[in-house]
């Protein structure tokens, strides 16, 4: 079989199914009683297992199958959730994920897993540093054959619990057969159909735990039950059953039904139950549907339901999609022209509607591009826990906001800075648990990480309750490091000291950890979120917590811009970054050491000559009486910018111009006029040299 | 050298003009043949870069050849063409006084860019195909796009 092209799709898939993982062992660390949770880990693992068995990647599929020996244990309760077992799950999770990138990036590097194939070999034997728990799980010994076949009766619905009592009253008996398959049994499907066919013969099938679509789709383990109503006795049933090859176990009760379902689980009698073992090497245990799966099914069913809905679709595509509308769009004001130059009023009039659709589509498109933050944002949990535990703190992490959508663009960029932001806030901010309790603080820590829209743009904070930042700790540093003089560290204040923070170089950590202080943080952090056209600000108060706020544009696509005309050459200038335009004459410009500069409401506002920063060509001649001022804002600093002309005001999507002439300075990019021209957008933080 | 794969024994070249001398690149590398069309000025890029232009959308540099392989400058005409060409992930426009024809000729006879002694810096061509009376020089598109090299600002 030529795996490659479902190459992409198992990458994909095992992804998901690695975070899902991660996140389900996070809530497990929390709830490890949690059934629910259990099944859910279960149900990735053996996904990942299925995908890397049928392309041929022994060792994920080697690795997952001994995870889910243990989870099984785990979901019977005869392995406790406890710290040890969780985090040599984590420990397999990591692996997995290595394995993964492994095979995504076609490496052979070799990776270990007999270390951790050993340890969950030992766990399943029971052999398991017992970590304090709140649920000690009874030992897989300690379990009573009597403990081990009672089971809480199958829920049935009124329609079922009818046909039941109709049965009964013609003398038929209604069985709970639960079959178990030999493990590593292939094909389960098909045995479950065998199954199901050798039942229907007898009697009347009514029921299935799972659903037989689920039977079909493979989507159980090695266990099913089948409700059966029948004439015959338990012995027939079994011995049909039985007969199948690749069953492991048959156990055949008469089923306990509906009037007792109301009552206590445990309470209910099993009378005549048979026990059937192929193979008698260990007793067997129940697998009977537990109340509390029931929710959990419905729960994970919500899921599914929601994500069923939506389609995966190749980012490329989008990208060429928006760039077919982009085309669209120039295209239509092509036709506008035309239509207006030769006085065409129909084709005007078609236009106008062909431009309400283009308009639409074009939004439509945006809208597709937009992805919940929470991707990012669902990775941090297990990076969190991580860490706290390194450091000895006790962190706890608050999401907000997830489902706040970011273009695809700016998602994928916005990760490292969130990890490093976090990182300083657990490493810095926060405090040990004692130092914390000693300041009357929760000795919990606790970090905030909200996202909401804001308008146009889409804010992201990080924020602790840990120690804060000290601005004369931050002087005194900057001062050693040589990056601000004293007198500047005299006269500046509190806020504007806390800035320094984000200075190249910068680190209030006296010993580099493996976690930060070595200085590169947040000056990577300001620079990266400045070149997806955002700003990262900081509050911070002592003993309360800091508070980092980045704000985003919404996408990185489509932009506002101001459009200039600078000796014939037009450009953008990003709206986000301008204040205001303003007109003067020439008598306005006064110098400063030979800067040229303005008085704007008071404020001296130095000037750059577009004409000249651009190398613009001697020969155009600029209107002298009536300049033009765009007065721009690059973080802190304002200056003005001297065009030829204001053109206006309009929408503009960025295009790349390639890797040949990425990185040129003061330009950030192209875009495309209505007219098919390529205008040049300005990069206004690298104006000011 | 060059990545080119060449099946068989020949080759397939587009050939253009630049002056009076005739040139050739391979076809695998050609995207398409575009005509003049208006060029935006990238300040700060290197002198040869001509600009960028819209080839349907996507906005792709230009570069002007004569400028790049350091031959006298001339005034575009109607027959100036710009060569869209693919090398790796990069796409460029290479502008051209004009475009002859797509001809094959024979991988023997080749003759390696050291032999040659010419205007031309040697790393710029990967050799000079000899067609009967014709001299075809064969373009290294990798070269002059500065592959392995960093374009440098200013």
Redesign the interface.
């Known amino acids: 079989m030529d795996i490659s092209q479902y190459m992409g799709m198992f990458l994909e898939e095992s992804r998901e199914h690695l975070q899902t993982l991660n996140n389900c062992l996070l809530d497990l660390e929390n709830d490890p009683g949690s059934l629910a949770v259990l099944d859910e880990i279960f149900r990735s693992a053996h996904t990942i297992k299925g995908m890397s068995a049928t392309m041929g990647f022994t060792t994920i599929a080697e690795l997952t199958h001994e995870m889910e020996n243990v989870l099984d244990l785990l979901r019977k309760g005869t392995v406790p959730a406890n710290d040890d077992v969780t985090d040599t799950l984590f420990k397999c999770v990591d692996t997995l994920e290595q394995l993964v990138e492994n095979v995504a990036s076609n490496s052979d590097k070799p990776i270990e897993i007999k270390p951790l194939t050993a340890k969950l070999a030992a766990i399943a034997r029971g052999d398991f540093s017992a970590a304090p728990n709140k649920q000690a799980a009874p030992s897989m010994t300690g379990l009573s054959e009597a403990e081990a076949v009672s089971a809480e009766p199958i829920k049935f619905d009124a329609t079922e619990i009818h046909v039941v009592k109709a049965a009964k009253q013609q003398g038929m008996e209604c069985y709970d057969v639960q079959i178990e398959l030999r493990e590593g049994c292939l094909l389960k499907s098909a045995r479950a159909y065998m199954v199901m066919n050798a039942l229907e013969e007898l009697g009347e099938v009514i029921k299935s735990i799972p659903a037989v679509e689920d039977l079909e789709r493979e989507n159980f383990d090695y266990s099913f039950q089948v409700v059966i109503v029948t004439g015959v006795d338990s012995e027939r049933i079994e011995q049909a059953v039985t007969s199948i090859s690749e069953v492991e176990k048959v156990c055949v009760a008469s089923s306990v039904i509906a009037a007792n379902q109301e009552m206590a689980p445990h309470a209910v009698a099993q009378p005549e139950r048979t026990l059937t073992n192929k193979n008698d090497k260990q007793p067997l245990k129940d697998r009977g549907e537990k109340p509390a799966v029931n929710d959990a099914n419905s729960n994970v069913a919500d899921k599914k339901l929601k994500s069923g809905q939506s389609v995966r679709v190749d980012i490329d595509k989008l990208d060429s999609l928006l760039?077919?509308v982009?085309?669209l769009v120039?295209n239509k004001t092509r036709l506008e022209q035309i239509g207006i130059t030769h006085r065409l009023a129909e084709l005007v009039e078609t236009i106008e509607q062909m431009d309400r659709v283009t308009t639409d589509l074009q939004a439509v498109v945006m809208k597709v591009r937009m992805v919940p933050v929470g991707q990012v944002f669902n990775r941090f949990p297990r990076m969190v826990r991580d860490l706290s535990r390194e450091l000895n703190k006790e962190v706890n992490l608050i999401i907000q906001g997830e489902e706040t959508e970011l273009d695809r663009t700016v998602i994928d960029e916005i990760g490292d800075p969130l990890v490093h932001l976090l990182r300083n806030s657990i490493d810095h901010g926060i405090e040990q648990p004692a130092e914390r309790q000693a300041k009357g603080k929760n000795p919990i820590g606790e970090i905030r990480l909200i996202a909401r829209h804001e308008g146009n743009n889409v804010i992201i904070m990080v924020e602790d309750d840990g120690k804060g930042i000290n601005a004369d700790i931050i002087k005194q540093k900057a001062l050693e490091k040589n990056l601000i003089t004293q007198a500047e560290a005299d006269k500046m204040e509190q806020s504007e000291a806390i800035r320094l923070v984000f200075l190249p170089g910068f680190s209030t950590a006296d010993a580099v950890t493996d976690v930060s202080g070595r200085g590169v943080g947040m000056d990577a952090v300001k620079t990266k979120i400045e070149s997806l056209g955002g700003m990262v600000d900081v509050e911070t108060k002592i003993n309360e917590g800091s508070k980092f706020k980045i704000r985003l544009p919404l996408t990185l696509a489509i932009i506002q811009a101001l459009l200039v005309k600078v000796c014939d050459?037009i450009y953008a200038i990003p709206l986000g970054s301008i204040d205001s335009t303003i007109n003067i004459t020439p008598e306005n410009i006064k110098t400063i050491q030979s800067q040229e500069v303005i008085l704007l409401r008071g404020q001296i506002i130095p000037i750059v000559r577009l004409s000249k920063?651009?190398?613009?060509p001697d020969t155009c001649v600029h209107n002298q009486d009536e300049l033009f001022v765009v007065i721009v804002h690059m973080g802190e600093n304002r200056a003005g910018i001297i065009v030829d002309t204001l053109i206006g005001q309009q929408e503009i999507v960025i295009?790349?111009?390639?890797?040949?002439?990425a990185?040129?300075?003061?330009?950030a990019g192209?875009?495309?006029l209505g007219n098919?021209?390529?205008?040049?957008i300005l990069d206004v933080g690298a104006l000011k040299q | 050298m060059s990545e080119v794969t060449y099946s068989g024994n020949e080759v397939q070249l587009v050939v253009f003009k630049l002056g009076r001398e005739e040139y050739g690149v391979s076809i695998l590398q050609v995207q398409e043949i575009k005509r003049m069309t208006d060029i935006t000025r990238v300040p700060h890029s290197p002198e040869y870069i001509k600009g960028v232009i819209n080839l349907r959308g996507s906005v792709l540099p230009v570069i002007d050849l004569k400028k790049r392989l350091n031959l006298p400058p001339m005034d575009y005409t109607d027959d100036t063409r710009i060569i869209i060409v693919k090398v790796e992930d990069i796409i460029i426009g290479m502008i051209v006084d004009a475009v002859s024809e797509v001809t094959t000729i024979d991988q023997m006879s080749i003759e390696p860019p050291q032999t040659v002694v010419g205007g031309i810096a040697a790393d710029y061509l990967t050799g000079v195909g000899k067609m009967e009376d014709r001299l075809l020089i064969l373009l290294n598109v990798e070269a002059i796009i500065g592959i392995g090299q960093e374009v440098k600002a200013g």
């Open positions: 760039n077919l982009g085309e120039i050459e920063v651009l190398n613009s295009k790349s111009m390639g890797k040949l002439l990185g040129i300075k003061v330009i192209a875009t495309i098919g021209q390529v205008a040049l």
